[in-house]
C-alpha cells in the first residue's frame, strides 16, 4: 500500500493554489492602498467578519479531515497484518476437474512445491487454499474438547496450508511450531493469537486439542503453534 504521487499532487494542488491566491491577493491590496479605510460601511465589515468566520471554520474542518485520513492511512500502511507483501509471489492453480483421485492430487501439489523450493532464488514456498485478504471460506466453530461449557462454540476461519506457508507469507509463529512433512497423516492445527488468547485465557494451548468439522463429523485436531494475528477478511478486518 503506498501513495500515488499522481493522485497526491492532482489532489494537492486546488488547496495549495487557493491558499496561495487567498493570502497573496489580500496582502497585496493592502500594500498598495495602505490602512483601509476609516469610513467603511458597517454592512460591508460584518460581511468581511462572517466570510472569515466561515473560511476558518472551512480550514477547521479540512485539516480535520485530512488528519483523520492520514491516521488511518498510517494505521492501515504500518500497523501489522500477519503477513508481508516484499518480495512475496502468489499464483492460483487448480487441479484439472476430472482428476478425482485424492492420492494423485497431492503428489501434483507435493512435486509442485517441491519444484518450486528448487528454484532460483526462491528462499521459501508454501501453499494455501485462500490467500489473506480474500475473505473467509471455511467458516466452523471453535470449540475446545476439554470444554464443559454449554454455550455455543464462536465461529473460526479455517484454512488448509501446508508446511512451509507462514514462512513464505511472512507470517510469525509465536510459539510452539509451523507444520512438518511429517504431520500430513496427524490431525494438528495452528491457531492464531486471537484464538489462543480467547478459547485458552491464562493458559498455553500447546499440546492441547481442538474439534475439527470435516463432512459432518468431528475429529479431534492437536494444537502444535501459536502465530500472529493475519487479516483474512479485507486490510482493516
Partial sequence: LRLNSAVWFAAMLPPVLTAVICAVLPL????????????????ARRMRQALMFFATASTLALVSIAGSMLFHYVRIRFSGHGFSTS???TLHIGV???NSDVEANQRIHRTLLDRLRKAPGVEAVGSSNRLPLLGESWINPLERVDSASSQAAPAGSWRFVSPGYFDAAGTRVLAGR????SDRDDRVAVVSKRVADEMFPGETPLDKFLYQRENGQKYRARIIGIVENAKAKGIEN
Fill in 87 to 89: 518480495r512475496v509471489s
Fill in 96 to 98: 484439472p476437474c476430472c
Fill in 28 to 43: 497585496w491590496q493592502t500594500y498598495t492602498t495602505g490602512v483601509a479605510r476609516a469610513q467603511e460601511a458597517r454592512s
Fill in 178 to 181: 509451523d507444520f512438518a512433512e
